[in-house]
């Protein structure tokens, strides 16, 4: 066998998309489908798998590889005659089951839907999808009681209880109760974080179907909007309807799959969390929210799998005029720079803060952009478009554009704009621990006002004691201040928060020098030397561990270019 694939690799070394979609064996077929799968394009990979299982279709294996790569590439159809052929050779298996769910919901069949759910009754997501799925199959064939009897969050523990309350407050909009559905998403949003602003919106749709129109009015004007938010208060305002979340059972389920993947995907993307998007995304309705948010989540998985042409395809099915298109084209600039086409992901968003209307969501993310690309006065001027048209249309200042257009003229060394901004920034948010630790590393590391500096500090470090990152300012200005044994102790904290940070490093081993402790100030510079990245700020770390602090300090180590480019001696 491995003759052969080497074979098939020196005769198919040409590109991907130069290659026919039909193969001549099994074998040609696998290495066309990896050739596809390496290149990032899971559509033409998932044919190749396929016709390869053609071929050789008792090759189980094989099988499931194009049964997992159509998941992974949203092809439902050719997913889902997998998902038959799986069961019955294999007996299938949870994820087999999910996309004969997905299957079944898409085509209305609530029975097969029902089947196709005891296939996941053995995992450990079963506790949270198990009674969701089963309720809105019951709502499909017309049991609305004894489906809303199903979900009762009271029976419930831990996290399952919040997924079960956001799916009765979805089924009692679709059930026309609409009184009870506000009071539902109310008492959600209240202890949710995470997709508040769409939980306001059922809320507000509740309300506004339940005859309180001034109620939903004053529910959406009272959120800072995102997008949707502002897109549902133009809605209400025209007299037309603000939407349901979940108007139907498949909307339920899609709402469902997509929160799973989102938070199976928070601290990496595992492949279960692509599973689920892809699910969200089948059953959702075309053109609603559900489908929307899907298309959305589905594309932030795969690219957070590096699989960023299947992470734009979906960013692309989210429609021109929908809500959530300004944050589909940053997330897809995001993904273009990370393939390095920067200038597309620049023109992208240049063309979007152009465009007539344009909001200040467009230019902040442009901002955004700039910023990431150490553009930081181009960024500066994008935010100072968004703090115009935030302060022209609702006239309430946004601490946050402040504080980024202060942040950005900072590290464009222009101080003399930037130190207004970031005070507008902290009279407008004087709790937030950002600024605090910003305003004040940045008066410290100019050597201006230093008592202040560290008050700034020590104010922020109380609020996110737990911030490595801000206990290294304040240890930073206890050092500053010639307090070293004070910032010994800080700067080891920060140290075993954020044991990967050069700078923290480095400053640790400063303080270590000044109280005499010149072995261990050797070990933290030797480690921020090898932990940093940036060629200056080496060559200054070089220079500590050549010569030592006072020396590197003062400068008269003599001609020292070479540090740049040269390691340290051992």
């Keep these: 066998m491995k003759t052969v694939l080497v074979l098939v690799l020196l005769t198919t070394a040409t590109a991907v998309e130069a290659l026919p979609r039909t193969t001549q064996s099994a074998a040609q077929g696998y290495v066309l489908g990896r050739f596809a799968s390496d290149d990032g394009q899971l559509t033409d990979a998932a044919r190749y798998f396929d016709g390869a299982r053609r071929r050789d279709p008792a090759d189980a294996a094989l099988t499931r590889r194009a049964f997992e790569t159509a998941v992974a590439a949203g092809d439902l159809k050719l997913a889902a005659g997998l998902a038959a052929r799986l069961t019955a050779t294999q007996g299938g298996d949870s994820t087999v089951a999910l996309i004969r769910l997905a299957d079944a919901v898409q085509r209305g069949d609530w029975v097969a839907a029902d089947g196709a759910r005891a296939g996941i009754a053995d995992v450990g997501y079963a506790a949270v999808v198990a009674p969701i799925v089963e309720a809105w199959t019951l709502f499909g064939r017309g049991k609305q009681a004894e489906a809303l009897a199903k979900l009762d969050p009271a029976a419930m523990t831990g996290f399952t209880r919040s997924y079960v309350a956001e799916a009765r407050a979805h ?111 089948f059953t959702a309705t075309p053109g609603g929210p559900a489908a929307s948010a899907s298309w959305l989540i589905a594309g932030d998985v795969l690219a957070r799998s590096e699989r960023g042409t299947a992470a734009l395809a979906a960013y692309d099915r989210i429609p021109a005029n929908d809500p959530l298109i300004g944050l589909a084209r940053a997330r897809r600039a995001e993904v273009l720079s990370s393939t390095g086409r920067e200038a ?206 006072d020396v590197a300090l003062t400068g008269t180590q003599g001609d020292a270019a070479w540090l740049s480019n040269t390691p340290p001696p051992n």
């Design 171 to 281: 089924m009692l909009t679709a059930a026309g109760r609409y009184p009870e559905a506000a009071t539902a998403y109310r008492d959600l949003r209240a202890g949710t974080g995470p997709g508040v602003s769409f939980l306001a919106i059922g809320e507000a749709d509740a309300l506004q179907q339940g005859g309180d129109r001034d109620g939903a009015t004053k529910l959406l004007e009272g959120l800072r909007g995102d997008a949707t938010v502002t897109a549902a208060r133009a809605r209400l305002a025209a007299g037309r309807r603000v939407g349901a979340l979940a108007g139907s059972p498949a909307d339920g389920i899609a709402w469902l799959c997509a929160r799973l993947a989102t938070d199976l995907s928070r601290d990496k993307p595992v492949p279960l969390a692509l599973v689920f998007a892809r699910v969200a995304t």
């Design 344 to 549: 597309e992901a620049r023109a992208l968003l240049e063309t979007a803060a152009a465009a007539l209307g344009a909001d200040a969501e467009a230019w902040s993310r442009l901002g955004d952009w700039f910023r990431k690309a150490d553009l930081h006065l181009d960024a500066a001027r994008a935010y100072g478009r968004a703090i115009a048209l935030v302060e022209a249309n609702d006239g309430k200042p946004n601490w946050t554009l402040y504080f980024l257009r202060g942040s950005s003229f900072e590290q464009a060394s222009d101080w003399k704009a930037a130190e207004p901004d970031l005070r507008r920034a902290l009279a407008l948010a004087p709790d937030e621990p950002t600024v605090l630790n910003y305003l004040g590393y940045a008066l410290l590391d100019r050597g201006l006002t230093l008592d202040a500096a560290q008050t700034l500090i020590a104010r922020a470090s109380a609020l996110r004691p737990d911030d490595g990152f801000i206990t290294d300012s304040l240890g930073w200005a206890q050092f500053r201040r010639g307090q070293f044994e004070e910032a010994v102790v800080t700067l080891e904290r920060a140290a075993a928060a954020e044991p990967g940070d050069p700078t923290i490093n480095e400053h640790l081993g400063d303080a270590y020098w000044r109280t005499g402790r010149r072995i261990e100030a050797r070990f933290r510079w030797r480690a921020a030397y090898d932990l940093g990245t940036v060629p200056k700020a080496r060559a200054a770390v070089a220079a500590k561990l050549d010569f030592g602090l």
